[in-house]
């Protein structure tokens, strides 16, 4: 039994061709705001491809930009396809094309809703990615003499200023490395070099931050080093008072500010799977209703559209039995009981010459 039976008029299927020739068009619409969503996002990835490590997180943004200009092809031709079967001896053209065509559509639309799904489980790769290239970027932020990491300083301080945030996970980061540049230490200078001595590695570490961390909003001005020393600051308590720093660090931040991105992304994403498989729906109808008329031969006459021709049970056996079958069209068959044709084949070495007389060959004289 057919599901989800719909009958059709010629006026009816003339509207839903019309219909549908409408909604491809916007369907084309919907696969450039796709590419473009992917293409945003790439663009906002690699603005902070410094303070990000290398892995898979570009693979979202190429998922929605391939989808979207596969989503503008299939749905020009979609259009052309709704807009020919208007016509019954036009759809006779396109009679073999369009079932291979829902299918292909529909293995689209399924690619636009991993799309989807894939804005929503890749905030783990990403938040390791950040906290990877943060660490990084935070090593080398005194190294404004070597080619190739000069930059990471201004990268880093414009990234916590823009962001309001300090450090990787927060401004004690900071207290780990040697952020200061050892052409501006005073080797002279006793207590530069008691803290060289202190440290096992040999790195110049102090209780401070940079510049950037600071927040301007504070009355207080900026307590950027010995800032667990309560006795180096009038009325200061390290442990009661508020900082006038930014407690947040960046790789939270940054987590935030791409998850808000692709959350929206994901929802925009989701909206386009459930036009285009509404689209879809309305082309298996079309598709199946011009099949029937043509079946029936009466071209002004009514015809039966459905979603599947059988049950959803029946229609997935006959699926699987197709998808066990294949590459067995070939193989010859030993069961016992089933019929082979090379099987008791009776041979024959006269090659079917049975009654032939054999003529006896003369003496010699």
């Known amino acids: 039994m057919a599901v989800l039976k ?4 010629k006026t009816k299927r003339d509207k839903l061709a019309q219909i549908l020739w409408i909604l491809n068009w916007f369907s084309v619409v919907s696969g450039i705001i796709l590419f473009s969503l992917g293409l945003f996002l790439k663009i906002e990835i690699k603005k902070r491809n410094e303070v990000m490590a290398k892995g898979d997180i570009n693979s979202v943004p190429n998922m929605l930009i391939s989808v979207g200009v596969i989503a503008c ?3 020009f031709l979609g259009g052309k396809i709704c807009y020919d079967c ?4 036009k759809f006779s053209r396109w009679k073999l094309v369009m079932l291979p065509y829902i299918v292909c559509t529909f293995c689209f639309t399924f690619c636009i809703l ?3 799904l894939m804005c929503y489980t890749m905030r783990n790769e990403l938040e390791e990615s950040l906290y990877l290239g943060l660490r990084d970027a935070i090593k080398f932020y005194k190294d404004t003499d070597i080619p190739g990491r000069c930059f990471l300083k201004k990268t880093v301080d414009m990234l916590q200023i823009g962001f309001r945030c300090c450090g990787n996970n927060g401004f004690r980061d900071w207290f780990e490395i040697q952020w200061v540049s050892a052409r501006y230490l005073n080797m002279a200078s006793k207590e530069v070099l008691d803290r060289l001595k202190s440290n096992v590695d040999g790195k110049f570490l102090v209780d401070g931050v940079p510049f950037s961390c600071c927040n301007p909003s504070s009355p207080r001005p900026c307590i950027q ?7 180096a600051h009038y009325n200061y308590d390290f442990l009661t008072e508020e900082l006038n720093i930014w407690m947040k660090g960046c790789r939270e931040a940054l987590l935030d500010h791409y998850t808000a991105i692709m959350r929206s992304i994901g929802i925009a994403a989701l909206l386009i799977w459930l036009f285009e498989l509404s689209v879809l729906i309305g082309v298996r109808y079309l598709q199946t209703a011009m099949k029937n008329v043509l079946l029936l031969g009466d071209l002004e006459g009514e015809s039966d ?3 599947l021709e059988n049950s959803f049970v029946e229609t997935a056996k006959y699926n699987i039995n197709i998808i066990k079958n294949l590459g067995k069209a070939n193989q010859i068959s030993t069961v016992s009981g089933m019929n082979d044709p090379n099987i008791d084949v009776h041979t024959n ?4 010459k049975n009654n032939v007389t054999t003529k006896s060959i003369p003496a010699a004289s």
């Open 6 to 9: 719909v009958k059709f008029t």
């Open 73 to 75: 092809i299939i749905n």
């Open 86 to 89: 208007s016509d019954a001896n």
């Open 114 to 116: 991993v799309g989807a």
């Open 225 to 231: 080093y010995q800032l667990t020393n309560n006795s």
């Open 305 to 307: 559209g459905w979603l």
């Open 349 to 352: 070495t006269n090659c079917g």
